[in-house]
């Protein structure tokens, strides 16, 4: 999942903080107000419905996409010309229009949201979600896109579609001829009905895999108490940061704690990130103080956001990360690592180190801007390049994250059971 930006005016669960307030005055000046500010633009008038969602998408890119150079360098304000010279009397003729006229940028994070695919990314920041599970992202190779990961307890997760696959094919339907939203679309259905996928994972041949559709709770935050021979630690894996993560975290942490613990496991497995401002508040809670993470807007301006003071948990913990830990994910991962606050264990993240705004259009539909980029606190652009964990756990990576045999978290079990005794040994006078 991309991250995006929610509608600025619902403030972090902790609206009195000066992060809070820093955070929602930061991004609405990077965002521009979603782009929702609009200018006029001499030579359009009367124009229909359908032509008013071209000009719409237009200016919310023009007033808001993160390198204007890049807009220069199409002639975008020749595109929405271009546009409009095409005949454009129904909705999927603005959509035409629209597509072909983002496409220029090249920016596959950039891109226009029919109302179905709309609908159906609302509901999943809102943690509800029907199909078969699979986070997608953009390839460098126009014939597949990537699999960032499988959400837990999915169809996908169930045939163990692992990160890093490509999809080829959806019901015979080449990806070249999709594309990323048109894959993403093609997966979703009625509950109860088939669909075929063509995937290709590592260097194995490629093969047609038969889900079934169906409903899918995201539980995004689970949680668990975990008990070694001499210490109790806490078990908290976050699989996507919906609206309610923050809250749904604060309770998780508060019950823990309770519980004793004497150090956490954070799990960022496979999430594949969400809200921006969710994972900014879930931040929050760890770091005292300090940077969270840097952004860079449209005039070059770097802007850095602050956390708190004050933090719901603050004894030792440590973080998994692989290459499912994608976006708003890799912000949180990527603060706890440069602060020393966690090391990080498992394999390099995603890569994925640029910021949406999602704005919906007139009729349903909606239109996603990349409006930012950040980096983490200590000037890392993570772009392309992900995050390196401190500690690479072994191959080949476990397939159920939090599961049963889940070699990777026993690993991080013995760690933290070290470091706990270490600080143990060393606070003896």
């Known amino acids: 999942m991309y991250p995006t930006v929610n509608n600025f005016s619902h403030r972090l ?45 237009w200016r919310l890119v023009n007033q808001g996409y993160w390198n204007p150079e890049r807009l220069d360098d199409v002639r975008w304000r020749r595109q929405r010309q271009k546009a409009l010279e095409k005949t454009i009397q129904s909705s999927d003729d603005a959509y035409n229009a629209i597509e072909e006229m983002l496409g220029e940028l090249g920016d596959p994070y950039t891109r226009l949201l029919r109302p179905k695919d709309y609908a159906a990314i609302k509901n999943s920041t809102s943690g509800n979600l029907s199909g078969v599970g699979l986070q997608l992202g953009p390839d460098d190779q126009q014939d597949r896109v990537v699999v960032i990961s499988a959400l837990d307890g999915s169809p996908a997760a169930d045939a163990e579609i692992a990160s890093g696959a490509y999809l080829l094919a959806v019901d015979g339907q080449p990806i070249s001829d999709l594309g990323l939203e048109g894959a993403a679309n093609a997966l979703r259905g009625e509950v109860g009905t088939q669909v075929v996928l063509t995937l290709q994972q590592g260097s194995n041949s490629p093969e047609e895999l038969s889900l079934e559709r169906r409903s899918v709770d995201l539980r995004p ?14 078990y908290l894996r976050i699989t996507q940061f919906t609206e309610g993560v923050p809250m749904q975290v604060l309770e998780a942490l508060a019950e823990l704690q309770d519980k004793g613990i004497e150090g956490l496991v954070l799990d960022l ?3 594949s990130g969400g809200l921006v401002s969710s994972g900014l508040a879930v931040a929050d809670d760890f770091l005292s103080g300090g940077a969270i993470v840097e952004t860079r807007n449209r005039e070059g301006i770097t802007d850095s956001i602050q956390a708190g003071t004050s933090t719901l948990f603050d004894g030792p913990m440590l973080t998994l990360v692989n ?18 606050r966690s090391t990080l264990l498992g394999n390099r993240t995603f890569g994925k180190g640029l910021i949406q705004t999602l704005t919906n259009l007139s009729d349903g539909s909606g239109l996603a801007v990349t409006v930012a980029g950040y980096v983490t606190p200590s000037g890392r652009d993570i772009q392309d390049a992900g995050i390196e964990p401190d500690r690479l756990l072994s191959d080949p990576e476990p397939l159920n994250p939090g599961g049963e045999g889940d070699r990777w978290l026993n690993e991080a079990e013995q760690w933290m059971a070290s470091l706990l005794e270490l600080d143990n040994n060393t606070s003896i006078p």
């Open 323 to 340: 290459g499912g830990t994608a976006s708003a994910s890799e912000i949180l991962a990527g603060a706890l690592q440069d602060s020393g």
């Open 221 to 234: 935050v689970r949680t668990r108490r975990l008990r070694t021979e001499s210490h109790t630690l806490g």
């Open 13 to 57: 669960r902790r609206n009195t903080s000066h992060m809070a307030k820093k955070l929602i005055t930061q991004l609405i000046a990077a965002c521009i107000a979603f782009g929702l500010v609009f200018v006029p633009i001499s030579g359009v008038t009367a124009l229909s419905d359908t032509q008013q969602l071209v000009v719409d998408s």
């Open 269 to 271: 497995r496979n999430n």
